[in-house]
């Protein structure tokens, strides 16, 4: 794993970005990418969307990210909407095979809908998250 992703992220996560807006800042910024949208259209699905334990906040960053570089204009753009599909699907494939999920609840063992997981996760949300985030933004790099 690049030790600037890893600095990066870690940097901004500990600045109080979520891990999906962590993860999209991170990469837009390695592609030059500004936009007054970034991080914003990351900022909900934070804490698996809108903090439900779905989909892994620092994937749905990805997501956006690898849609950010290979989305589509116009719905006859078939096959930038394919090579992102693909993309997509080999960032949660890896993801899963190193962390074992794709779920923030399953991933960090807490239900974010209590303030007693909110409580827990913001003592513990640095070393639980900071690894997914880093390898997040590091495979979606490599990918594209």
Known sequence: MSK???EKTGKL??????????????????WGVCSDLIPRIATAFG?????????????SGGVIAIGLKYGRDKAADISERD????????????FKEEF???NCRELIGL???????IQKLRI?????CAKYIARTADIVLELT
Do not use: M, W
């Open 111 to 117: 239900d974010l809908t209590t303030s007693e997981g």
């Open 100 to 102: 074992g999920s794709i």
């Open 124 to 128: 513990l949300h640095p070393q639980k």
């Open 13 to 30: 996560h500990e600045e109080g970005f979520n891990c999906a807006e962590s993860v999209l800042l991170t990469v837009a910024s390695e």
């Open 4 to 6: 600037k992703v890893v």
């Open 83 to 94: 090579k992102s599909y693909t993309l997509v699907r080999e960032l949660f494939k890896r």
């Open 47 to 59: 804490g698996g969307v809108g903090r439900q334990g779905y989909v892994c906040g620092a994937l």
